[in-house]
């Protein structure tokens, strides 16, 4: 006999009993955005090759270690998608909707990085992103931040998570520090750990994510960003920090906070926790002016952000804070005993599902004694068993059992039994 085949290392099946929280989620994040006025896109999980080493930057972690790269039949590079943005701007791009307009967008789906899986972080994994065009003023990304603080509001979580935010200025600014950085790295090469010596050689900004204490302790008298901002650039981060003060919104500016690909500009944000250990990070975003541009676009300003379904379903079972309402996925489970019970309990069951179509109703199939039927009533979580019999059949009535509350068993008419639901279970 074979060996019996597994799921990919890092990629995971939602199993039903996970599936509520994951419909939870995405069902408040999506009334959410559409309280904003922000419209769904969806994009392909494959895409040429090209779009993302021209848009993340081939010497980046995700291009050279990280991405899902192969040949099709036709000798085209293709990859499946390590993030959102560039696939959105493709999308946009092609289909003729940044020119000149404005967009506000979101979307969800699998994203897939081969990175070394652990609890919150995964080789297949999902995200939901917002992006914006064709709004270049700060409002906009305030607005985002916003909208992502209201969510942790309504989601549980606002006491949990953190707001870094910081400016990287325009890309003329952050070249010119980049300079000074590497200047005052390289002098000091021979202290700094492995991976850092070659962030510098590639993408020197990262070298302020480093986790290394030593390299940490010898970014302290580096060169500071904001010394190096345009005018610009710092009346925007002002703007953005005056509607957040006003929000009342509570926010750290860190100035090490640069994000990990090639495309951002001025505005960066990141919304942390501590309650999950080193993956700390639920949401991140930020402004990337150039990027439409870079892939062939006319020059169009954007921001947005992305964050981690997974991670947030972590934090929310982690804090208990799922809403027990949210695990119920039944109502109502109704149970046939005897001749013709089955065909009557389908046929009542549709009825109901036509007169209250926000009732979840669960029919019992497959036969079996009272005893067993009512073990499953019982188990799927239903509020209430309808039960019929030979003799509810022949009267027209249906026998009511509450499975969760106590009250008495009741016996009611078939026809009068709508307005009864209508009354206990709204």
């Not at 994951?22 to 040429?48: C, F, H, N």
Request: net charge negative; charged share 25%.
């Amino acid at each position: 006999m074979s060996n019996k085949i597994q799921a990919i290392r890092g990629m995971n099946d939602i199993l039903p009993a996970q599936s509520p929280v994951w419909q939870y989620l995405e069902g408040t994040v999506k009334d959410l955005l559409a309280s904003y006025g922000y419209d769904e896109i969806r994009m392909p999980i494959v895409e040429q090759t090209a779009l993302f080493k021209r848009s993340i930057g081939e010497v980046t972690d995700i291009v050279e270690k990280e991405m899902y790269t192969f040949e099709d039949r036709n000798g085209d590079s293709l990859t499946l998608r390590p993030e959102g943005t560039a696939s959105c701007v493709r999308a946009c791009e092609e289909a003729g909707l940044l020119y000149n307009q404005t967009q506000r967008l979101w979307y969800t789906g699998p994203m897939f990085r081969h990175e070394r899986p652990q609890k919150g972080r995964y080789r297949q994994f999902y995200q939901i992103g917002v992006e914006t065009f064709g709004m270049a003023t700060p409002d906009v990304d305030a607005e985002l931040i916003l909208m992502t603080a209201r969510l942790w509001q309504q989601l549980g979580l606002a006491e949990a998570v953190t707001l870094q935010l910081n400016t990287l200025g325009s890309n003329e600014a952050r070249a010119r520090y980049r300079d000074a950085l590497v200047d005052y790295l390289s002098a000091r090469k021979d202290q700094l750990d492995e991976d850092s010596q070659r962030r510098l050689e590639t993408n020197p900004l990262r070298v302020l994510d480093s986790k290394n204490p030593e390299t940490q302790a010898l970014l302290a008298d580096a060169p500071e960003l904001h010394d190096y901002l345009d005018d610009e650039s710092r009346e925007d981060f002002a703007t953005l920090r005056s509607i957040l003060d006003a929000a009342g919104v509570k926010y750290e500016i860190n100035q090490r906070l640069v994000r990990g690909l090639d495309y951002y500009c001025k505005t960066v944000f990141e919304w942390v926790t501590d309650k999950l250990g080193a993956q700390g990070t639920v949401c991140a975003g930020g402004r990337y002016d150039g990027l439409v541009e870079q892939l062939g676009g006319k020059a169009t300003p954007a921001v947005g952000f992305a964050m981690g379904v997974e991670r947030l379903i972590l934090l929310l079972e982690t804090l208990d804070v799922i809403p027990q309402e949210v695990m119920q996925t039944v109502d109502i489970y109704v149970c046939g005993v005897g001749e013709g019970a089955a065909k009557a309990a389908l046929l009542l069951s549709d009825q109901l599902r036509g007169e209250q179509p926000w009732l979840r109703i669960q029919t019992h199939c497959g036969g079996g004694s009272f005893k067993s039927q009512m073990k499953k009533a019982d188990k799927s979580g239903a509020l209430i068993a309808l039960l019929l019999g030979e003799s509810e059949i022949e009267a027209g009535q249906v026998t009511v059992k509450d499975l969760r509350g106590g009250a008495d068993q009741q016996t009611l008419t078939q026809a009068g039994l709508s307005d009864w639901l209508k009354e206990h279970l709204n």
